[in-house]
């Protein structure tokens, strides 16, 4: 096993993975940029190294500064977290020749999945089923009048470099097959350097679920079952779930065989996720994410099983020591993404400085955050603050949990996504489970007219919360005097009011 590890990566996500290594007896050390001398995985790690100035590209993007740092450190490894350099092949090949373990799957493996048009062809090799297309880029828009029709509309034109929805074009009918050619490559151009795009039938509001791996290099290559990933809003997730309120066991498990025949054709190891469009019964393979993924915690909640830890462990050189029949999933997780956006005006990123935070706890509740009051909320980077997660044996418990830790939730300073949140806990369709990737364009959940009872009751808590707040002192002296230590009137903040705590 690893003495220590770099983590290439700020915010929850490095706090996520110090603390998988220090569980493991490893030592972490972080970097920082200028903007997050302050930042809380600083504090965490067992030693910080600045990097450079705010913006990514002259910190957390710094290859040759982050492998500098790791040689002169002693870290034996790399962990990338997401984003940043977490599936740049060319970074994991630096970071092998410089002498380090690269904590996540070789270059060849990023760079068969990175395209997507390769990635296509070489799963329909593999035997994975893939939306009705073509396996190769399109040559003109000749070529693309001649598929479509033989597919027939609506058809989806996308970047084969792409990913991300950038580069995507529906086209309705023959009449526009030509132009959304034209501009499905231009953009495609414009946002990879490459204008190849491709085709494909086009699925009218399927759900996203994807499956997540686990591989090590000793031939076992596991699911964990699966996300539902469908609320979402231009691309960026906002809540997700395990397990998805549709799947039968059936379909759960010949969905996690294909994505493991996937990853096996790419000689996979690491966590890593297949993503697929699933639509009355029948699943689609979308593309492969060679990284740890923001979601990941919903998995680990009803699995029990901890992927960072397991990422670590397996690029070690460790066997997971677990079959998939070993494998089981208990109850239900729900994930909410805290952004510092504004839900009311089209979440527009919203900046400032956090004054006070008082997180959710309780019950089936877990917190990956990655701020501490102090930080200033800037537009460096992204602007997920926080996950707010919450287990509870059905997914009904869970999302009136997940209402219970969103109305204890706090942050003061910047706007968040909360008050979005709370709403799509009281929609109807989503608490019955029918959700699809077209949800939030078709429920109108933040509209002047939409503002129902919910979201005042919401506010009225957290009004209420804050009153008790100020009055909390006086009373707990009262409670905890005349009740037992540990006993219902006493609460842990009560304790901690009292001054238990450090005395
Ligand atoms: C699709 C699709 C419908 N039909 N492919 C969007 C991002 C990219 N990675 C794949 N995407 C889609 N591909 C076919 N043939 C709809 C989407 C899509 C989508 C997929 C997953 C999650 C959110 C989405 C939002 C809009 C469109």
Redesign the pocket.
């Known amino acids: 096993m690893f003495n220590k590890i770099l983590v290439a990566n700020r915010g929850e996500i490095a706090l996520r993975v110090i603390r998988a290594a220090h569980e493991l007896g490893i030592k972490a050390v972080a970097v920082y940029s200028e903007a997050d001398r302050l930042a809380p995985h600083v504090l965490a790690a067992d030693e910080a190294y600045l990097i450079g100035p705010a913006p990514s590209a002259q910190s957390y993007l710094r290859a040759d500064v982050l492998i500098e740092v790791a040689k002169q450190c002693g870290a034996e490894a790399i962990h990338p977290g997401y984003g940043f350099l977490s599936e740049r092949a060319p970074f994991i090949q630096a970071v092998r020749d410089a002498g380090l373990v690269f904590i996540g799957p070789s270059p060849e493996a990023v760079t068969a999945m990175g395209d997507k048009t390769a990635a296509r062809s070489r799963m329909i090799d593999a035997g994975v089923p893939v939306?009705p297309g073509t396996k190769e880029a399109l040559a003109d828009a000749a070529e693309a009048r001649r598929v479509a029709g033989e597919i027939g509309y609506p058809v989806?034109l996308k970047a084969a470099a792409g990913?991300?929805?950038k580069g995507?074009r529906v086209v309705r009918g023959e009449d526009e097959i030509e132009r959304a050619f034209d501009a499905a490559g231009n953009e495609a151009q414009a946002a990879f350097g490459d204008r190849a795009v491709y085709i494909?039938?086009?699925?009218e509001g399927?759900r996203?679920i994807e499956i997540q791996l686990l591989a090590d290099r000793h031939g076992n290559t596991l699911h964990l079952g699966e996300r539902e990933c469908s609320i979402?809003r231009r691309?960026q997730k906002l809540i997700e779930e395990a397990p998805s309120a549709v799947l039968t066991p059936e379909e759960r498990q010949a969905m996690g065989q294909m994505a493991v025949a996937a990853a096996r054709a790419v000689n996979y190891e690491g966590a890593g996720t297949v993503e697929c469009?699933y639509q009355n019964g029948a699943f689609y393979f979308?593309?492969m994410n060679t990284r740890i993924q923001v979601e990941h915690p919903v998995t680990e909640l009803v699995t029990g099983i901890d992927l960072v830890q397991w990422q670590i462990r397996v690029a070690a050189g460790e066997a997971l020591p677990f079959t998939q029949e070993q494998i089981g999933w208990e109850g239900h997780a729900i994930e909410c993404r805290i952004t510092s956006e504004d839900p009311y005006n089209s979440f527009l990123p919203s900046t400032g400085r956090i004054r006070n935070l008082v997180v959710p706890t309780g019950p089936g509740v877990r917190w990956d955050g990655g701020i501490v009051p102090g930080v200033e909320v800037g537009l460096f980077y992204d602007p997920m603050l926080a996950k707010l997660i919450v287990h509870a044996p059905t997914r009904i418990e869970a999302i009136d949990r997940m209402k219970r830790a969103l109305l204890e939730l706090r942050v003061e300073g910047v706007d968040t996504a909360v008050p979005f949140h709370l709403r799509v806990m009281d929609e109807p369709d989503f608490r019955a489970g029918t959700i699809d990737?077209k949800y939030l364009d078709t429920h109108d959940l933040l509209s002047a007219e939409a503002d129902d009872a919910s979201v005042r009751v919401a506010a009225l808590a957290a009004a209420l919360l804050e009153e008790e707040r100020r009055t909390q002192r006086g009373v707990s002296r009262v409670q905890a005097s005349s009740s037992p230590a540990g006993g219902f009137g006493g609460s842990a903040w009560k304790r901690a009011g009292m001054g238990w705590r450090g005395r």
């Open positions: 939306v989806l990913g991300g929805g995507m494909e039938k086009y699925l399927p996203h979402q691309h469009l979308l593309e990737i």
